[in-house]
């Protein structure tokens, strides 16, 4: 039988992703709004807080812990964030369409693919900056 191993994990920089979606959000919704006006400004807004409130949640809920010690804490931290991130998601795209739906779906969805494409500049965002 194993030993549980000590964890070596630190916290990722995940504030400039949530700040870099939530820049596109902003995006959109001023895009949005010249080109559509105030309704459609808030279809993008709707669209950008569904995907982005999620990704807040998992972010917090996954790095919350700091006291956690060996792995499999930090690997069920993960999938509970991962679990409430979609529970979230479901429950958001859900009060969207039964309390204010769209005006403009184009525009609601396409600012919840836009924000959720911002994930790809992870790689970038989440790492430490270089002291040259």
């Not at 070596?8 to 992703?17: E, H, V």
């Not at 690997?75 to 309390?99: I, Q, S």
């Amino acid at each position: 039988m194993h030993d549980p191993v000590p964890a070596q994990l630190k916290r990722p920089q995940y504030a400039r992703l949530l700040a870099a979606q939530a820049g596109m959000v902003l995006l959109m919704v001023v895009l949005s709004a010249s080109l559509q006006g105030g309704p459609a400004a808030v279809s993008a807004l709707l669209g950008g807080l569904v995907c982005w409130l999620p990704n807040a949640y998992f972010a917090w809920r996954a790095f919350h812990y700091r006291r956690a010690r060996f792995v499999r804490d930090i690997v069920k931290n993960f999938y509970r964030a991962e679990v409430g991130k979609f529970g979230l998601t479901v429950a958001l795209f859900m009060l969207v369409f039964v309390t204010v739906p769209p005006s403009n779906p184009i525009l609601f969805f396409g600012a919840y693919v836009a924000t959720l494409f911002t994930q790809w500049l992870a790689p970038w965002l989440l790492r430490k900056p270089s002291h040259t």
